[in-house]
């Protein structure tokens, strides 16, 4: 036990050394480099976008070959990570419909607001579903300090960090760090390249529950 929990925050501290590179690496870029990379269907954008959908045909392939039997659901929620990564529903929407103000605007028509609520009820209900079936595998699997399911909860990690703390709060960059010419460039870099690390984080779990657990008959993850 001490030896995977000891392997787990070595794991985790050489992807956060990474994460800090890259971040930094990306700022001292000449010019207009750093914008351009972060921005808006970018290089950085782009990368996590494919990696979601690289995650869905790994996972989509090892149940078809009957590896893991994870359902659809953890694919279908990846992929739509994926698609709001790209911007997807907003083709379908006056705006963006995953923000407050979509709900509140008048430009918003009703029905188009009544369906996007529907839409994400179901999506919630679903989730919930799913969570509660797996989670007393999942958790056993956490409390023994399994790889696969320390990616897991480090992808949702860095999920939840890139949205509720850095997401449009580059005020509290420059309060940590106020030497810097432009915190509003460096608070992008820092979310955008957290938003990578959450397929990246996914795919390492694919790898590692393959790699060690698949053949543990005390794992109660796969759900078929």
Not at 74 to 86: A, C, D, M, Q
Not at 195 to 220: C, G, T
């Amino acid at each position: 036990m001490k030896a995977k929990t000891r392997e787990n925050t070595l794991l985790v501290a050489g992807i956060l050394a990474l994460y800090v590179l890259m971040v930094f690496g990306i700022y001292l870029m000449p010019g207009d480099l750093p914008s351009e990379m972060v921005q808006e269907n970018g290089v950085v954008e782009n990368l996590s976008a494919g990696g979601h959908f690289f995650f869905c045909l790994i996972l989509l392939y090892l149940n078809l070959t009957g590896t893991v039997k994870t359902g659809l659901a953890p694919g279908f929620f990846v992929l739509l990570l994926g698609l709001r990564e790209l911007d997807f529903h907003e083709r379908f929407t006056a705006m963006g419909m995953f923000k407050i103000k979509f709900f509140l605007s008048p430009e918003v028509p009703w029905p188009e607001k009544m369906v996007v609520t529907l839409l994400i009820a179901g999506l919630l209900a679903y989730g919930v579903v799913y969570v509660r079936q797996i989670l007393p595998g999942f958790k056993k699997a956490l409390l023994n300090a399994r790889p696969w399911a320390v990616s897991v909860v480090c992808g949702v990690a860095c999920a939840l960090v890139s949205k509720l703390v850095l997401d449009g709060n580059s005020g509290m960059i420059a309060a940590l760090l106020p030497m810097l010419e432009n915190p509003r460039v460096l608070s992008g870099i820092m979310e955008e390249c957290l938003e990578l690390f959450i397929p990246v984080f996914f795919i390492m779990a694919l790898i590692q529950y393959i790699a060690f657990d698949k053949f543990d008959k005390n794992d109660h993850f796969q759900t078929g």
